[in-house]
């Protein structure tokens, strides 16, 4: 398996499938799982002739479980080890939820100023920010993310099946077709990871304010959200973020979940290929 050592010494996993002189597009995935959960637009764009790549994020998946680190800065720093270790250039950078913060912390503290990035993509995404806040009165209240907290930390493996088989995919709408398959993918994706790491991950993703990173970026990005979202909403989320960055394109999917990326696969790479060759 491939391995990067990042400055502060920690072991990330990566994949890297496809021609090396390819346009390289990266993906970032969401909490609490690993870059198997892009399987499905990893192999697409693979068939389209790109470069793909993932990582998993520190203290999840095969990445090593480190104590420490465990916020949007380390998260956007490890992903540049990667990008420089493959000196990737001219780059799509793609994120979900989680991943999606790590897209606009990367981008902009990383990627514009080594100017090895061609465009963006949010995709059910965390910024500005989740949580309520003086600045974002619509965010939700604190005790949403000390619940996940206290779930997690009484039962984690009971509390990763209750997302997956419900809320993340939608599986809880009446007349939802239930895939378990897709529960048990989530599940062991979400087991693999460190117990620390995702308990720190909560707090990352739900209160770091990514106001500034959202205004720094300047390549075009694109906003994909699901108006059915139940896991981060989209009102406090994609419109957010097309309002602050100064180049974005805003598309808002009528009943889709947060995983509509594995669910309505189909969909979203088209509109991914689109706005990639775009």
Known sequence: MAYVTTQDGVAIFYKD?????????????????????????????????????????????????????????????????????LDLRNAIHVGHSTGGGEVAAYVARHGIPQGRVAKAVLVSAVPPIMVQTERYPGGLPMAVFDGLRAALAADRAQFFRDVAAGPFYGFNREGAEVKPAVIDNWWRQGMMGSAKAHY?????FSETDQTDDLKAITVPTLVLHGDDDQVVPYKNAGLLQAEILP??????????????????????????LAFIQG
Request: proline letters at 3%; hydrophobic letters at 40%.
């Open 17 to 85: 499938w496809g021609p090396k002189d390819a346009q390289p597009i990266v993906f970032h995935h969401g909490w609490p799982l690993t870059s198997d959960d892009w399987d499905a637009q990893m192999l697409f764009f693979l068939s389209k002739g790109y470069r793909v790549v993932a990582h998993d994020r520190r203290g999840h998946g095969r990445s090593e479980q480190v104590s420490d680190g465990h916020d949007m800065a380390h998260y956007a720093a490890d992903a540049a080890a990667v990008v420089e270790h």
């Open 200 to 204: 720190e991950g909560i707090k990352a």
């Open 247 to 272: 180049d974005a394109t805003l598309k808002i999917y009528e009943g889709f979940s947060h995983g509509m990326l594995t669910v309505n696969a189909d969909v979203l790479n088209a509109d991914l």
